[in-house]
Nanobody
Framework: QVQLVESGGGSVQAGGSLRLSCAAS????????MAWYRQAPGKQRELVAR???????NYADSVRGRFTISRDNAKNTVYLQMNSLKPEDTAVYYC???????????WGQGTQVTVSS
């Protein structure tokens, strides 16, 4: 079992920055990858960024060059640094962990990010 707790959401004006944090607890050693997803009202949840065992990262085209995912293994925490925010980045952001050989999905409770123009 893995528990994920997000923090760092809030409201910011366009062009601003926010950093999201996701603290993991439980069977940390079994986490294969961690990611951030987001879901805007009326839209499907979409992948924003994923890091795989500290080896590789990938990003949605809409955030590449503006967002950075990173992981601090000592703190069991993954971060999402979001720069040059746009109103279309407004959404609830969810932390995700894929755990074990069958990549079971675990989710955090979500944190709201609101970007005003």
């Amino acid at each position: 079992q893995v528990q994920l707790v997000e923090s760092g959401g809030g409201s910011v004006q366009a062009g601003g920055s926010l950093r999201l944090s996701c603290a993991a607890s439980g069977t940390i050693a079994s986490i294969m990858s961690m990611a951030w997803y987001r879901q805007a009202p009326g839209k499907q949840r979409e992948l924003v960024a994923r890091e795989i065992s500290g080896i590789s990262t990938n990003y949605a085209d809409s955030v590449r060059g503006r967002f950075t995912i990173s992981r601090d293994n000592a703190k069991n925490t993954v971060y999402l640094q979001m720069n040059s925010l746009k109103p279309e980045d407004t959404a609830v952001y969810y932390c995700n962990a894929k755990v074990g050989l069958i990549s079971t999905d675990y989710w955090g409770q979500g944190t709201q990010v609101t970007v005003s123009s």
